[in-house]
């Protein structure tokens, strides 16, 4: 049986020292219940990888569970800066982290080289810039079919992977659609995948319109059913982007007591997602909600 | 400095943010495929479509395509208005791998520094002397490598115009002549133009920017006193082109509570 709790899932399938995947669809669908409950869990020595993750990362890092970010944009998308990222690079606060920078299309080649099972993958991309000289899973090298030059984006294979999704049956076959980021590699480049869905759905739902199971369940080690999981970043259908909490966080994370008392608001005192939403408020969470359904026509599987 | 000249195109009728968003949009020729980026480039965009390029296609790095406008304004790429009818909703990989075709051709940047050759900073900045960790590449790096043009957009003063950026996060012309090439990048890509503040720049043959528009109210000693190297000036500098009537009415459209176009 898959279908566990978010409590349980982190426990067994994250530990400190894990190479952890969050965010693999940019801007919506960021896994947030679950980096809050390796927050919780007091999790250490994190390797966080993902394009941008927006403010999770920066939470995570504030709140010490991480000593190195594989990234291509660390901050908050709403506003530039995330300052616990910056206290963090600039002052070691709370701790020293690495930062290996990416660019978003290296990141997205260094998760499908590890999906393809191959070293590496080749590309223009980085060519001239300090990206290639400093990180050192970028490598130049001379095109062995003509006179090139490239760079060789060496293969990343996370220990886990954790991937938001509207749906998935209780086995982690999973239907996902919008911008999908680069989460279709992710979950195959990772030794393990957390699937948190919106809702839990009937095998045969999923099995209807397999071109959208993006993730097959057999890849799948722990299925979560967590509505409202993303929150603040959008899931397409579910509900829509909370622009006013990611300035509310820019605003109050400014200093290391600002971010602390948020982060006890938010992650340390509500103990479940249920009780976080209860403290978002239901007045909120309407006004989040899909104000039109759009649903798109059928496709016809039959013969 | 910024103040008055906001001030000086108040009274012509448009605001400093709505001068940029028109000279970036003129940077859209119609039939293109554009890299999109956040804020005043997504307006940018938009304004394209709408009025000169009804049909330039919009590309966004999480994997979605557009070829019609969004029908709300936006604050990321990946909003649910973006993606309800998009012409496709992708991976990273589909959108990345046209740009490495050389099939994108004009991509949008902001940066926190650029220097003389079009080079851009966007992960280590300096303010009052003390290095900033900065958010880091993005898609950056890869527009400005792979795109045919790159058309940058930011603040105009002498610590974000620099001689020489501290670090390239998106190379621009480097040291000039011939320095793509021999870096390996493609041939026919590279910064088109840089629309600041204070007046829009472009680039000579060798790769070092010039001088081509100052914005209305503003001279050219203002834009050089506040440009980190000597600034070449275009023999043919002209004044940047204000917003039309039917651009400020796209502009105002989409964004009526001026969110992005203060």
């Keep these: ?303 | 400095m910024a103040v008055r000249s906001e001030t000086d195109l108040a009274a012509r009728g448009f605001t400093l943010s709505e001068l940029m968003i028109a000279a970036a949009a003129r940077e859209i020729n119609d039939g293109e495929l554009v890299f999109v980026g956040m804020r005043l480039p997504m307006l940018a965009f938009l304004v394209a479509r709408r009025t000169h390029a009804p049909a330039a296609i919009g590309l966004f790095e999480n994997g979605v395509i557009r070829a019609t406008p969004s029908p709300e304004l936006l604050y990321t790429m990946a909003d649910p208005p973006n993606l309800r009818a998009a012409t496709e909703c992708g991976q990273m990989l589909d959108v990345m791998g046209l740009l490495q075709q050389g099939r994108v051709h004009v991509g949008f940047l902001g940066a926190a520094e650029v220097d003389r050759f079009g080079n851009l900073n966007t992960t280590w900045g300096h303010r009052d002397r003390e290095l900033r960790r900065l958010p880091g590449s993005g898609g950056a790096c890869d527009i400005a490598c792979l795109a045919r043009r790159t058309v940058v957009l930011l603040v105009h003063d002498r610590s974000r115009l620099c001689e020489r950026v501290s670090h390239i996060t998106s190379p621009g012309y480097g040291s000039g002549n011939g320095w793509r090439r021999a870096q390996g990048l493609p041939d026919d890509s590279g910064p088109s133009a840089v629309i600041t503040t204070l007046g829009v720049l472009r680039f000579r043959l060798d790769g070092e920017a010039y001088l081509a528009s100052v914005h209305p109210g503003i001279s050219v000693e203002e834009v050089l006193s506040n440009t980190g190297w000597t600034l070449r000036v275009s023999d043919e500098l002209v004044e940047t082109i204000p917003p039309d009537t039917e651009e400020l009415r796209v502009m105002r459209e989409l964004d009526p509570n001026h969110f992005w176009t203060r």
């Design chain 1, 1 to 303: 049986m898959k279908l566990t709790t978010m409590r349980e899932a982190i426990e067994r399938h994250v530990p400190s020292g894990s190479m952890v995947l969050l965010g693999a669809q940019l801007e919506p669908m960021i896994p947030f219940s679950a980096g809050h409950e390796i927050i919780r869990q007091g999790r250490r020595d994190l390797t966080l990888v993902g394009p941008i993750s927006d403010i999770l990362f920066d939470q995570m890092i504030g709140a010490g569970c991480v000593a190195r970010v594989m990234a291509a944009w660390v901050g908050n998308v709403s506003a530039g800066v995330g300052y616990c990222f910056r206290r963090a690079a600039e002052q070691s606060i709370p701790r020293r982290i690495e930062v290996v920078d990416y660019s978003n299309f290296t990141l997205a080649l260094a998760l499908h080289s590890a999906a393809m099972g191959a070293p590496f993958m080749p590309t223009y991309a980085t060519l001239g810039s300090d990206l290639l000289k400093k990180n050192g899973n970028l490598r130049e090298f001379p095109s062995p079919v003509n006179e090139e030059r490239l760079v060789a984006v060496r293969a990343l294979r996370p220990d886990v992977a954790i991937v938001h999704v509207q749906r998935a049956d209780s086995e982690g076959n999973a239907h996902l659609w919008g911008s999908l980021g680069v989460a279709v590699d992710g979950a195959r480049a990772a030794r393990k995948v957390i699937v948190v869905a919106e809702e839990i759905v009937e095998p045969a739902v999923i099995a209807s319109d397999p071109n959208r199971t993006l993730i097959p369940g057999f890849l799948v080690a722990a299925v979560i059913h967590e509505p409202w999981g993303a929150h603040p970043s959008p899931v397409q259908g579910y509900y829509g982007r909370d622009h006013a909490f990611f300035a509310e966080y820019h605003e109050e994370t400014r200093t290391l007591e600002g971010f602390e008392r948020w982060l006890t608001r938010w992650v340390v005192r509500p103990q479940s997602r249920h009780e976080y939403m209860s403290q978002l408020g239901e007045a909120r969470a309407e006004k989040l909600g899909v104000k039109e359904h759009a649903f798109a026509a059928p496709a016809d599987f039959g013969y």
